[in-house]
């Protein structure tokens, strides 16, 4: 099992910035591509951005040129930096890390962005 662990969440005023953490644990030997994701109200939980073992990286359009992933040295963190938010950004951010076939997600943490 992995489990992820999320921090970094708040509230922020548009085009503000944001950094949020995910820490793994668990066979996180087993880990290879890591990602965030955001459900908002209502809504279906779609990617923001992920990144593969090798460092390559991917973004949805919405956030591509205000968004960042990386993840450190050890490959057990992921980041995402978050600048230029915008009201829309608003949603619970959450942790994805593969293991095999399977995704393993985090509890989320609440990112609220006032107009």
């Known amino acids: 099992q992995v489990q992820l662990v999320e921090s970094g969440g708040g509230l922020v005023q548009a085009g503000g910035s944001l950094r949020l953490s995910c820490a793994a644990s668990g066979g996180i030997s087993s880990i290879s591509d890591m990602g965030w994701y955001r459900q908002a109200p209502g809504k279906q939980r779609d990617l923001v951005a992920k990144?593969?073992?090798?460092?390559?990286?991917d973004y949805a359009d919405s956030v591509k040129g205000r968004f960042t992933i990386s993840r450190d040295n050890a490959k057990t963190t992921v980041y995402l930096q978050m600048a230029s938010l915008k009201p829309q950004d608003t949603a619970v951010y959450y942790c994805?890390?593969?293991?095999?076939?399977?995704?393993?997600y985090g509890q989320g943490t609440q990112v609220t962005v006032s107009a």
């Open positions: 990144i593969t073992d090798a460092g390559v990286t």
């Open positions: 994805g890390a593969r293991s095999g076939w399977f995704w393993w």
